[in-house]
């Protein structure tokens, strides 16, 4: 059977007269406010969830949402988490 002809193609490079420098603005690290934020966040998710399974019968606001506890427990450490994703 007879072998396919290889194409060599060079490679484009960009004329070094048409390229425009970019500043970066550097970024700083966040702020301990939002840091304190972030980690409250997580936090206060966690104790809900655990305030629930412990006393979640004794406490009537915890009482009255029912399953909804675990939506708002499992929302607050994952809106810590996203706010991770911008911490420097």
Do not use: C
């Not at 193609?9 to 970019?22: E, G, I, L, Q």
């Not at 304190?36 to 406490?59: D, F, H, S, T």
């Amino acid at each position: 059977m007879p072998k396919s002809k290889v194409r060599k193609k060079a490679v484009y490079t960009a004329p070094t007269d048409r390229r425009t420098p970019v500043k970066v603005k550097a970024a700083g690290p966040s702020h301990p406010v939002y840091i304190a934020v972030m980690l409250g966040l997580m936090l206060l998710g966690l104790a809900w969830l655990v305030v629930n399974y412990i006393a979640g019968e004794q406490v009537p606001v915890m009482m009255d949402l029912g399953s909804w506890n675990f939506g708002i427990g499992f929302a607050l450490m994952i809106v810590g988490l996203l706010m991770t994703m911008r911490w420097r």
